[in-house]
């Protein structure tokens, strides 16, 4: 059970350090899909609502705030995800950009299937793209890391359906884990509907003690390359080269090291 607490925002729209966005939206904060390796529960660490995954604070003045213009993409969400299942019943996200300015350049990501539900309010805007975050995940290895999450295929069917109605999508491809995910792999899977792609390589340090240990325990060779510069900077190498051969629209390799880096192929 998800302890949704409710409050009242001062503000909906917030500066951000993201790539190519300059402000991000949160209506909500926590996350009912519980990622085990989730950089969020990093960030929200200071919150004493208890595990990750089990509270989702709800900001129920969020689309009163979004009505004046903000100039500047807008990222949604860093702290959430938009489309987590109470969004079925809250609608939180709907109303949000049902109140937005529709000039506003906006950018949401999601794990999600749901997002097929607001279509028809996308196309109001002038500016949109639509991310699904892919991995291939399936088995025990979902089960483990993303156990509340819809499965591959839902985001792939979601990825095609985005496609066919004209919205401009996008691939972020996450964690990014050498022996677990398949960039390329992932990328010759879905690039005949896809627009373009982000590759994001996990947050070690931000993922926690409880994943870093799992990830040792069950694929020492990953922790091995993820926690040594050295061999992580040879194997990112080899992927932009993969990718470099796949001849798809790539905007950046984001790696999480002492700071943010992005490597353009």
């Not at 985005?162 to 992932?186: A, H, M, Q, R, W």
Request: proline residues 3%.
């Amino acid at each position: 059970m998800v302890k949704i607490i409710k409050t009242r925002a001062k503000k909906i729209f917030t500066p951000t350090k993201i790539p190519g966005a300059k402000w991000v939206a949160n209506q909500y904060v926590g996350c009912e899909h519980a990622c085990k390796y989730c950089y969020a529960k990093f960030v929200c660490k200071w919150k004493k609502y208890g595990e990750w995954g089990r509270w989702v604070e709800v900001k129920e003045n969020a689309s009163q705030l979004t009505r004046h213009f903000v100039k500047g993409k807008v990222y949604m969400s860093s702290l959430s995800d938009a489309y987590q299942p109470l969004e079925e019943k809250l609608l939180l996200t709907k109303n949000v950009l049902q109140s937005m300015d529709k000039r506003v350049e906006l950018s949401i990501l999601t794990k999600s299937d749901l997002v097929l539900r607001d279509i028809e309010l996308f196309k109001r805007f002038r500016t949109i793209e639509i991310g699904l975050t892919i991995n291939g995940f399936d088995g025990r290895l979902k089960k483990d890391l993303e156990p509340f999450f819809p499965h591959h295929e839902s985001r792939i069917y979601a990825l095609k359906v985005l496609n066919e109605e004209k919205i401009p999508n996008y691939g972020f491809i996450s964690p990014t884990i050498p022996g677990i995910v398949d960039v390329e792999s992932l990328v010759e899977e879905t690039k005949d509907f896809v627009d373009k792609y982000w590759i994001e390589f996990l947050n070690l340090r931000a993922s926690g003690k409880d994943f870093r240990n799992w990830l040792i325990d069950n694929f020492p060779e990953s922790y091995s390359i993820m926690s040594d510069y050295e061999k992580l900077n040879a194997f990112v190498s080899g992927v932009i080269e993969g990718l470099k051969r796949l001849d798809v629209r790539v905007e950046g390799v984001v790696l999480h090291l002492k700071k943010w880096e992005i490597r353009r192929l």
